[in-house]
């Protein structure tokens, strides 16, 4: 499979005229002197590459572009793997388990209510944006943007963007765990005993809320728990249907901002390669989701995104412009 690379600022490492050989998976992922090669390839092959993808990206009739943190890290909210992984003295992976909110339930939703609280004073950033202006502009021209994400914390869908498929749940959803009701709510706090949830530090004692003063289910008195899905849960299956739909009819892939480590999600990618179909991947760095793409952008996704779509979306509403 060829890669083909587009760098935002990488310095370039060899001379010109070198051009990407055939690459196996594992050439990619193990190999530091050939994806060497490849950045440099980028310095000399550039122009012809980004035609390649543009000629792509505008035959497209059903594009889907899997997201993960990394499209929301210039939105200021940390990805998980990075620096911000932790939340005080405690590992995020540790408290996002079904186990964790069994013995610890007041513990759990502060930490859920503090991170609704600080995404809530978040914008979306401008790859946000690229990617709701786009759908928006296909579907004027009967064409279809869906967005998969891993991310919880609703990003997409304030920038505008409408076909969004949330595999992993919502900061911005409730599940009753007694009758299993899902409901959306944007309440901050989520209950009186939760409006002082803050990131637990030394001056900063953690609060012991007795579980009848957390969040209740309005129709059956149960407790709420927030409606994402723990390390250890099952995905929904109605969602993943869904998402396998999107995957098998799509004509193009854009995987935006995720380690490819989390399975499904990880698996997408690879599931829609094997149908000969192109995958363009934007991230800062090689991860084992390009060993499934095509195209690679490397560089912050809020920079990467809107260049790589801006001449799409500038053919589209010139095409609108022209019908009266
Ligand atoms: N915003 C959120 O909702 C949020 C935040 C943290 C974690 N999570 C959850 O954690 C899990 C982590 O998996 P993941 O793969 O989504 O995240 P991850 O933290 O494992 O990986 C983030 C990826 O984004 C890349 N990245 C960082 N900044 C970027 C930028 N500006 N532009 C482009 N790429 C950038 C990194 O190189 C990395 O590969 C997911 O299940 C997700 O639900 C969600
Ligand atoms: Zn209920």
Redesign the pocket.
């Known amino acids: 499979m060829k890669l083909r690379i587009f760098v935002t600022s990488l310095r370039t490492f060899a001379g010109p005229g070198y051009r990407p050989p055939l690459l196996t998976s594992m050439a990619l992922h193990n190999d530091l002197s050939h994806r060497r090669r490849l950045l440099s390839a980028w310095a000399t092959d550039r122009v012809r590459q980004q035609e390649s993808f543009q000629a792509e990206l505008i035959k497209a009739r059903r594009i889907v572009v899997l997201t ?7 939105s200021g ?6 620096a911000g ?1 932790f939340w005080g003295k405690y590992s ?1 992976t540790e408290l996002a388990t079904y186990g964790a909110f069994v013995r610890d339930p007041s513990l759990v939703w502060t930490f859920y209510e503090y991170r609704r609280a600080t ?1 809530l004073q978040t914008k979306p950033n401008p ?1 946000h944006v690229a990617l709701a202006e786009t759908e928006a502009v296909l579907e004027n021209n009967e064409k279809k943007l869906t967005i998969v994400t ?4 609703g ?1 997409h869908q304030r920038a505008g963007s409408k076909n969004v498929i949330e595999i ?1 749940g919502s ?1 911005f959803k409730t599940e009753c765990t007694k009758c299993r009701k899902v409901e959306e709510n944007l309440q901050v706090p989520i209950c009186d005993a939760l409006k002082d949830a803050r990131m637990p530090d030394a001056d900063n004692e953690q609060l012991k809320i007795p579980e009848e003063q957390l969040p209740r289910c309005g129709s059956c008195g149960g407790l709420l728990r927030p409606h994402v899905v723990w390390f250890g849960e099952n995905l929904d299956e109605e969602v993943l249907k869904r998402v396998y739909q999107e995957l098998g009819s799509c004509d193009l892939c854009l995987v ?7 399975y499904p ?1 990880a698996m997408f990618a690879p599931h829609v390669a094997a149908r000969s179909v192109s995958v363009a991947e ?4 090689l ?1 084992g989701g390009a060993d499934a793409s095509n195209y690679l952008f490397l ?4 920079k ?1 995104l809107p260049e790589a779509l801006a001449p799409l979306l500038k053919a589209l509403q010139k095409a609108e412009n022209l019908v009266f």
Do not use: K, W, Y
């Not at 560089?299 to 809020?302: I, K, Q, W």
């Open positions: 993960g943190a990394g499209v929301s890290a210039e909210i940390p990805t998980f793997r990075g992984g995020a995404v790859g891993q991310n919880i914390d990003l992993h900061l935006v901002g995720t380690s490819s480590v989390v999600a934007f991230n800062m760095e991860t560089g912050p996704s809020g990467t």
